[in-house]
């Protein structure tokens, strides 16, 4: 199958030497190619170039011809933040906060993550991989081509692993690049309340050795957090998860600055994850390291919470990705172009910025930058064509609306 995008009005985020990952000044730089033309063979980009040094067609058999006129190509979203294999939705603890109770007294009451545990256990594999499915193809539709997903809503030896099965089924029947982390560490369920070192265990004996054995996931994460799992378990737990095979992509700083960024750079964490409070030592901690910074502006948003300082972290020449965080209490949105719009509107990231961060940042935070994230010849096919729209920078600024026309994966177009 062989596609040729043509008359592409600009061709953004383009790369003829692909790097990992973009960080400080260099996010601000977005190469485009204008009135382009892009080639897509056997699921990868083949070409691409100026319409000006296109001489047309030569012996291309099953070529799909798609004018581009007035449109602009992107690569897709790389969303490395999601929960997305979750049971129901929490529009009673929306409520709850709009009349005045707090994310924390909500959690204290048995609400927040432990709800959602409780809808999880009840729901079946088949339920849940139908729901997340359709959530997979909601997020298609606004561009999204990658996206990792993360357990966390079991909180039992089989709930966690009925939320790893249904994401390795949806890795096998789906066209959109995924990756699966585990997340026990999301909460300490009710019966281990007064023995956390119990449900550790169960994490480390129990989980991860079936999790390795059946090749589950690909991260382990932790939500370190007051209320949640200190530093010191945390490191248990990323010690026992690289012991099995695990690399680290971790919750930290979403309310407090306890010193989990500085850990899990020493545990050499692909992602720090959240980030709304943010001390100068933390920001100290990145420096130099390899680790991205993931922020998740949606859900900031949602629970009007501060944003991460995006701005002082890129002027200290950090590297920045952007996700969704899409999950059922604090983000029930996988929603990236309103990601990317809040990126610029709230942490003043420029345009050039935030593409950045939700593509080849992105990619780098799910470990697929060498194949995912710009337009590169030989990377995957992922790619979306917009509307007919003035600019790149129109994209941010034209908040809520879908300027998605149509969604290119793996070569494929998606109906
Ligand atoms: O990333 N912070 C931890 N976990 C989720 C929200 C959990 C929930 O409220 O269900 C997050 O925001
Ligand atoms: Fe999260």
Redesign the pocket.
């Known amino acids: 199958m062989k596609i040729l995008i043509k008359n592409i009005k600009e061709l953004v985020q383009v790369e003829t030497a692909p790097r990992p990952k973009v960080s400080g000044k260099e996010m601000s730089e977005l190469n485009t190619v204008k009135n382009a033309w892009l080639s897509i063979i056997d699921g990868k980009i083949d070409d691409f170039g100026s319409m000006d040094s296109w001489d047309g067609v030569e012996d291309w058999s099953d070529l799909e011809v798609i004018d581009a006129s007035g449109k602009m190509v992107f690569p897709c979203w790389c969303d490395s933040?999601?929960?997305l294999v979750f049971a129901g939705s929490r529009e009673g603890e929306f409520t709850d906060r709009i009349n005045g109770l707090s994310y924390e007294e909500i959690a204290n009451r048995g609400g927040g993550i432990l709800n959602s545990a409780k809808k999880l256990q009840e729901t079946s594999e088949i339920d849940l991989f139908q729901q997340a499915t359709a959530r997979l193809k909601e997020i298609t539709k606004t561009g999204t081509g990658a996206v990792e997903i993360?357990s966390?809503y079991g909180l039992s030896l089989d709930a966690e692993l009925k939320i790893l099965r249904v994401i390795k089924n949806l890795k096998e029947e789906s066209d959109l690049e995924i990756k699966a982390t585990f997340?026990g560490a999301h909460a300490v369920p009710p019966e281990y309340k007064e023995d956390r070192k119990g449900y550790i265990d169960l994490i480390t004996k129990e989980m991860l050795p079936i999790i390795q054995e059946e090749k589950l996931a690909n991260y382990i994460?932790v939500?370190c957090e007051k209320n949640y799992f200190s530093v010191e378990e945390m490191e248990t737990i990323l010690e026992a998860g690289a012991a099995h095979g695990l690399k680290p992509k971790v919750?930290v700083n979403?309310f407090t600055s306890i010193g989990g960024i500085k850990a899990a750079v020493n545990y050499e964490a692909i992602s720090v994850?959240?980030l709304e409070i943010m001390k100068e030592l933390d920001i100290r901690a990145l420096k130099g390291a390899e680790t991205m910074a993931t922020l998740?502006p949606s859900?900031s948003f949602f629970l009007s919470i501060p944003y991460a300082p995006a701005r002082s972290m890129i002027d200290n020449g950090l590297a920045v990705a952007l996700a969704s965080?899409y999950?059922p209490g604090?983000?029930p949105s996988g929603n990236m172009p309103f990601v990317i719009s809040l990126a610029c509107i709230k942490q003043r990231m420029t345009p050039e910025e935030a593409i950045n961060a939700a593509t080849i940042n992105s990619a780098y935070a799910m470990e697929i930058s060498n194949t995912h994230g710009s337009i590169a010849k030989g990377k995957v096919a992922n790619v979306f064509i917009t509307d007919p729209i003035p600019s790149y920078a129109y994209l941010p600024y034209s908040f809520g609306k879908n300027v998605v026309e149509a969604v290119i994966l793996k070569g494929k177009l998606q109906q």
């Open positions: 933040h999601t929960h993360k966390g997340l994460d939500f919750h979403q994850d959240h998740l859900c965080d999950n604090s983000t």
